[in-house]
């Protein structure tokens, strides 16, 4: 997977390879980095952290992060865990490559470096591809090239940010699979849809499981709608004849609505003139 990324990276912007030969590595002050503020990457594992800062202890930093410059000291473009792990062990400096990039550079290279580690999570992957769709203006099938994912991945992953936040919340935590979310999405009714989201985390419904109730779920609200249309639409005889009477008694559209053992009789009017004619007519009755 990572060499299909370099390459999507490396279409992209040509100029910008992960590390050129001819970049020269400095020492900069860990106190003038800031964050990368294009960081797909929300949540990170103190455990990892911790464990990365020990190697750095021991062993130094065996690879130098990415910045750039900014008005007032350097912005990371790549090696937040570095960073983070560097800080916790109070280097004073941290060996880097100044590179200039783009706002759109920046980015992409934040987004890319993540999946080659498979890092983030799918939410993560999928409010990164929205991001960059957005800002660099391009379509689902131009961005699927650059990284070197397939279209389809691309466009289910950001399908999933129109879930409820909940649920999005619940597959980050990884109460729900991404297939759970996707499944969901089909469900239109809100009620019903949490009512199914429920019965996953509660039941420990599978995919497949989950997939066969909604299918059966869509097949009875299909027969529903059909019935309640014949219902509607099928009329006895005797009521037909009644509604055509009263139509041509009272000179305008009547008709008879039947409920079980009883119903009600509906007569059109067009205006306060045509109702006093109405009303005219059944007080002579």
Known sequence: MAKALGKGFAALFPETDLIKDEEVVQEIAVDEIRPNPYQPRKNFNDDAIEELKTSIMLHGILQPIIVRKSIKGYELVAGERRLRASQLANLEKIPAIVRKLTDDQMMLHAL???LQREDLNVVEEAKAYETL???????????????GKSRSHISNLLRLL??????????VMDEISMGHGR????VKDEKICKILYHQVIDEGLTV??????IQELQQQQNVSRETSKKKKIEKSMFVIDQEERLSNLFGTKVRINEMKKKGKIEIDYYSPEDLERVLAIIDKK
């Open 208 to 213: 497949r499981e989950l997939e066969k109730k």
């Open 112 to 114: 890319l470096e993540n």
């Open 162 to 171: 129109e879930l409820p936040n909940y649920m999005i919340t619940s597959i």
């Open 133 to 147: 769709i957005k800002n660099l203006k391009i379509t689902h099938e131009e961005l699927a090239k650059r990284v």
């Open 183 to 186: 499944a969901l999405l089909a």
